[in-house]
Nanobody, 126 residues
Framework: QVQLVESGGGLVQAGGSLRLSCAAN????????MGWFRQAPGKEREFVVG????????YYIDSVKGPFTISKDNAKNTVYLQMNSLKSEDTAVYYC???????????????????WGQGTQVTVSS
């Protein structure tokens, strides 16, 4: 069983930055594809960005390309999401997730992720 714990959410003004962290237990962290999802009020949970187990492949949705950066430190069993130039539409609960589907690719479907964190609130004020 893998446990994921997110941190780093909060309230920030538009144009500001936040860095989310997701710490995982387990010995096979380097084999997991890691993803960040978000869910805004009244909307479905959406995939935002993912990184392969090896850390060499990433995938971003178009709306966050450039401002957001995902990284993975396998030595620390931690994945990060650096969010810059935040907009009000980025307001959501952000979830970290781990997938055992593949080590060498990024999966985007929520159903392909096996483990989920509890979520961390990100609120961007305009």
């Amino acid at each position: 069983q893998v446990q994921l714990v997110e941190s780093g959410g909060g309230l920030v003004q538009a144009g500001g930055s936040l860095r989310l962290s997701c710490a995982a237990n387990g010995r096979t962290f380097s084999s997991y594809c890691m993803g960040w999802f978000r869910q805004a009020p009244g909307k479905e949970r959406e995939f935002v960005v993912g990184i392969s187990g090896s850390g060499d492949i990433t995938y971003y949705i178009d709306s966050v390309k450039g401002p957001f950066t995902i990284s993975k430190d396998n030595a620390k069993n931690t994945v990060y999401l650096q969010m810059n130039s935040l907009k009000s539409e980025d307001t959501a609960v952000y979830y970290c997730a781990a997938s055992t589907f593949s080590t060498h690719t990024v999966v985007r479907g929520a159903g392909l992720y096996d483990y989920w964190g509890q979520g961390t609130q990100v609120t961007v004020s305009s």
